[in-house]
């Protein structure tokens, strides 16, 4: 096992390849969050934590994360890196306020910018999307400087706390998005892929149709990532470009 642990959360690929890129300059077993929840990981002397924003703070299962890791060892540093599109708010703090209260002391939180995915509304341009891509191993690199430098900041509330304060009180409708949202076409040909990728369990399939129950982390990777473009949030996606990070394999992160 090595002293170093990448922890990461990707639904549509971002996170998995920073975790890789990372993996480069820093030696370190590669995990993925949903399958270690609960996992010890009191033997490594640092752990490196990977995460999207969702609404100014983090995933719902990276919460469950966070939570159940069992108490480190004071000299055990842990990074956050967040990937993220557009505005962060206070995610900084956020994050670094709810370690906190579960005993995890936080070194660092570095940001760097990825493709939007969040895509139901809008999207991203490609030009910007091609950029993004691009420019992200040596963004990544930097980050990976610092940690391996141990460098530590100060995380500071700022201005936008309202932001992160707007998802604790929405957090609870989140679990019946897909169930109350999302649709899937006729051209749905059962392949299960939906089911296996969804990081909640929140996929069935019984009756020859799709079911979503009520456990939705709003993470998209069965809207992204349906080989036949099935799901829909309604009319609206029909037709709609979809993201994949197209610098790796994501079959690779449930191996």
């Given at each position: 096992?090595?002293?170093?642990a990448?922890?990461?959360?990707?639904a549509?690929?971002?996170g998995?390849y920073?975790?890789?890129?990372?993996?480069k300059?820093?030696?370190?077993d590669?995990?993925?969050?949903?399958k270690?929840?609960?996992k010890?990981?009191?033997?490594?002397?640092?752990?490196?934590?990977?995460t999207?924003?969702?609404?100014f703070?983090i995933?719902?299962?990276?919460?469950?994360?966070?939570?159940?890791i069992?108490k480190l060892s004071?000299?055990?540093?842990?990074y956050?890196?967040?990937?993220?599109a557009?505005?962060?708010?206070?995610?900084?703090?956020?994050?670094?306020?709810?370690?906190?209260?579960?005993?995890?002391?936080?070194?660092?939180?570095?940001?760097?910018?990825?493709?939007?995915t969040?895509t139901?509304?809008?999207?991203?341009l490609?030009?910007?999307?091609?950029?993004?891509i691009?420019?992200s191993p040596?963004?990544v690199?930097?980050?990976?400087?610092?940690?391996?430098?141990n460098q530590?900041?100060?995380?500071?509330?700022?201005c936008f706390?309202?932001l992160?304060?707007?998802?604790?009180?929405?957090?609870?409708?989140?679990g019946?998005f897909a169930?109350?949202?999302?649709q899937?076409a006729?051209?749905c040909?059962?392949?299960?892929?939906?089911?296996?990728?969804?990081?909640?369990?929140?996929?069935?399939?019984?009756?020859?149709?799709v079911h979503?129950?009520?456990?939705?982390?709003?993470c998209?990777?069965?809207y992204?990532?349906?080989?036949?473009k099935?799901i829909?949030?309604?009319?609206?996606?029909?037709?709609?470009?979809?993201y994949?990070?197209?610098n790796?394999?994501?079959?690779?992160?449930y191996?």
């Open positions: 096992m090595a002293d170093v990448i922890c990461f959360f990707s549509t690929g971002n998995f920073i975790a890789k890129e990372m993996k300059y820093i030696q370190g590669l995990l993925y969050i949903p270690i929840i609960g010890d990981l009191s033997e490594y002397k640092k752990i490196i934590i990977i999207p924003i969702y609404l703070a995933p719902n299962i990276v919460k469950r994360f966070i939570n159940s069992p004071n000299d055990t540093k842990v956050i890196v967040i990937n993220y557009g505005l962060v708010g206070n995610a900084s703090y956020y994050i670094k306020s709810f370690c906190a209260k579960k005993g995890v002391n936080i070194c660092a939180v570095y940001k760097v910018a990825m493709p939007l969040y139901l509304f809008a999207e991203e490609q030009l910007v999307v091609k950029r993004l691009k420019t040596k963004r690199k930097k980050v990976a400087d610092k940690i391996n430098a530590q900041m100060k995380i500071r509330s700022n706390a309202f992160s304060k707007l998802h604790d009180k929405t957090e609870w409708k989140w019946s169930k109350e949202k999302f899937v006729a051209s040909d059962l392949c299960g892929y939906c089911k296996k990728i969804c990081p909640a369990e929140n996929i069935e399939i019984k009756g020859g149709k979503f129950k009520e456990q939705c982390i709003s998209l990777a069965c992204h990532r349906c080989p036949q099935s829909n949030c309604g009319h609206k996606t029909i037709g709609r470009k979809r994949v990070n197209p790796v394999n994501l079959d690779e992160m191996i």
